[in-house]
C-alpha cells in the first residue's frame, strides 16, 4: 500500500542552523501538507501546497519557514535559523483530490530537536 | 471560528471495557468533514475514519463505533471491548469545505487512551 515517508525521522541541530526536512508523498496525490506537533500538544496546521505554489498557510509559518518541491516526488520543509521553539514532530501529508472528501494520508515524521 | 475540543485529557481504563472518546466541533459552514486519527506510542498517525456533515449515519468497524449528531456538534467514537493494543492518543479533526482551497485539518487537543491489561 502506498505510504508518505518522511527522512530524517530525527534531527538534532544548534540554534540558528538551516534545517531542511524532506517529504516523499504517495505518487499520485496532489495535495501536500505540513504540520507541526509540540511534544504532548495538538497537531498544528503549518502550510498547504499544490500546483507548486503555496494554498495557504498558517501563522506559524513566518519567514524562517519555506516549502517546495525541487522534483516530481520530493516535498521539503526548510527552517533557515533554527530556534528552540522550533523543536517539535513534523509531519508531511498529501491527498489526491482537491476537497474534504479525500482523506490526508501523513508520514510518521520528523523529530526535530535544537539544541 | 473553526475549533475542536476534546474535553478528555486522559483515560485508563481496563482491557474488555468499552470507552467512548469525545469531541464537539465548532464551525460556521455547512459542509464539512470530521475525522478520527490514532497516534499509538511509535508516534506517528493513522487514519481511522472520515465523515461528511451531509451523513450523519453512525459507522462501525469492528470493535469500533462513531456517533455523529448535528444537533449537538459532537463526533464521538467509542472502542468496544478494549484491547492494549487501543492505547494511544486519540485526535479528533475537522476541515471545513470553504472555497475548497486547502481543507486544513484543525485537530482537537487529543486524548490519551490507556488500556491496561
Known amino acids: 500500500e502506498p505510504e508518505v515517508t518522511q527522512t530524517p525521522s530525527h534531527q538534532v541541530t544548534q540554534m540558528g542552523q538551516e534545517v531542511i526536512l524532506r517529504c516523499v508523498p504517495i505518487s499520485n496525490h496532489l495535495y501536500f501538507y505540513w504540520y507541526r506537533q509540540i511534544l504532548g500538544q495538538k497537531v498544528e496546521f503549518l502550510v498547504s501546497?499544490?500546483?507548486?505554489?503555496?494554498?495557504?498557510k498558517s501563522e506559524i509559518f513566518d519567514d524562517q519557514f519555506s516549502v517546495e518541491r525541487p522534483d516530481g516526488s520530493n516535498f521539503t520543509l526548510k527552517i533557515r535559523s533554527t530556534k528552540l521553539e522550533d523543536s517539535a514532530m513534523y509531519f508531511c501529508a498529501s491527498k489526491r483530490f482537491k476537497g474534504g472528501t479525500d482523506t490526508q494520508y501523513f508520514g510518521p515524521g520528523t523529530r526535530l530537536t535544537v539544541l | 471560528a473553526q475549533k475542536v475540543t476534546q474535553a478528555q485529557t486522559e483515560i485508563s481504563v481496563v482491557e474488555k471495557e468499552d470507552v467512548t472518546l469525545d469531541c464537539v466541533y465548532e464551525?460556521?459552514?455547512?459542509?464539512?468533514?470530521l475525522f478520527w486519527y490514532k497516534q499509538p506510542p511509535s508516534g506517528e498517525l493513522v487514519f481511522l475514519i472520515r465523515r461528511n456533515s451531509f451523513d450523519e449515519q453512525n459507522e462501525i468497524s469492528g470493535r469500533y463505533s462513531w456517533n455523529f449528531q448535528k444537533s449537538t456538534s459532537s463526533f464521538n467514537f467509542t472502542i468496544t471491548a478494549s484491547q492494549v493494543v487501543d492505547s494511544a492518543v486519540y485526535f479528533c479533526?475537522?476541515?471545513?469545505?470553504?472555497?475548497?482551497?486547502?481543507?486544513?485539518?484543525?485537530f482537537g487537543t487529543g486524548t490519551l487512551l490507556a488500556v491496561q491489561p
Open positions: 479533526a475537522l476541515s471545513e469545505e470553504v472555497g475548497g482551497a486547502t481543507n486544513k485539518l484543525i
Open positions: 464551525t460556521r459552514d455547512t459542509t464539512y468533514y
Open positions: 501546497f499544490y500546483n507548486n505554489e503555496i494554498s495557504e
